[in-house]
């Protein structure tokens, strides 16, 4: 079974599949890292994932956009929603410290999620949304993104990417849920 999912490799969404294996005990399962929700169900729609997983709302940054824009342009069931309890963290490169940082990035519902912080702490910060929390993990890691940024991305992006934690647990809210939901092709 192959499960694509709207994020890159260590995203919410990869957490997420991993959960929903588990719960579902489901042998012989890939995770697809597919980005963004388009590309989720235009792989469920075609038949070349078996499911998709991607967020739908977040109990503080409200609906993703995203997801609700790709949901009206295809066709697909669904089989399930749930939530996970989700914590951001401001990653960095190694050895970078706070009063090298001038601009910050992630997903715009990551952004949301920590809007506060970000005013509090960061008020002179350039923020810019990103495709996609760990894609931006990943690319700070890879030099596409200046050494003088920070990205808020999942825990697990400072293990994958070789990043640090400069600061935990960044979001708003200390409960702060995303609901997902598992897609499937629509059986004619």
Same mark, same amino acid.
């Given at each position: 079974?192959?499960?694509?999912?709207?994020?890159?490799?260590?995203? $919410?969404? +990869?957490?997420?599949? +991993?959960?929903?294996? /588990?719960?579902?005990?489901?042998?012989?399962?890939?995770? #697809? *890292?597919?980005? @963004? /929700?388009?590309?989720?169900?235009?792989?469920?729609?075609?038949?070349?994932?078996?499911?998709? %997983? $991607?967020?739908?709302?977040?109990?503080?940054?409200?609906?993703?956009?995203?997801? #609700?824009?790709?949901?009206?342009?295809? =066709?697909?069931?669904?089989?399930?929603? $749930?939530? %996970?309890? #989700?914590?951001?963290?401001?990653?960095?490169? *190694?050895?970078?410290?706070?009063?090298? %940082?001038?601009?910050?990035?992630?997903?715009?519902? /990551?952004? !949301?999620?920590? =809007?506060?912080?970000? !005013?509090?702490?960061? *008020?002179?910060?350039?923020?810019?949304?990103?495709?996609?929390?760990?894609?931006?993990?990943?690319?700070?890691?890879?030099?596409?993104? @200046?050494? @003088?940024?920070?990205?808020?991305?999942?825990? =697990?992006?400072? +293990?994958?990417?070789?990043?640090?934690?400069?600061? +935990?647990?960044?979001?708003?809210?200390?409960?702060?849920?995303? @609901? $997902? #939901?598992?897609?499937? =092709?629509?059986?004619?």
């Amino acid at each position: 079974m192959k499960i694509g999912i709207m994020g890159a490799k260590g995203s $919410f969404s +990869e957490k997420a599949a +991993e959960d929903y294996i /588990a719960q579902q005990f489901i042998d012989n399962c890939s995770i #697809v *890292p597919l980005v @963004s /929700a388009e590309n989720v169900l235009s792989e469920v729609e075609s038949g070349t994932i078996d499911k998709g %997983i $991607f967020p739908i709302e977040n109990s503080n940054g409200g609906v993703v956009l995203e997801a #609700v824009h790709a949901m009206a342009k295809h =066709r697909f069931a669904i089989e399930r929603l $749930f939530e %996970i309890d #989700v914590h951001h963290m401001l990653l960095v490169l *190694p050895g970078s410290t706070a009063s090298r %940082i001038d601009t910050i990035t992630s997903h715009d519902q /990551a952004l !949301k999620q920590c =809007r506060m912080y970000l !005013k509090r702490a960061w *008020p002179d910060a350039d923020i810019e949304p990103y495709a996609d929390t760990a894609k931006a993990a990943e690319d700070l890691s890879r030099g596409v993104l @200046s050494d @003088s940024t920070a990205v808020i991305a999942p825990r =697990r992006c400072a +293990e994958i990417y070789g990043l640090e934690i400069l600061e +935990e647990s960044i979001q708003d809210l200390k409960f702060n849920y995303t @609901s $997902f #939901v598992v897609a499937t =092709r629509l059986e004619e």
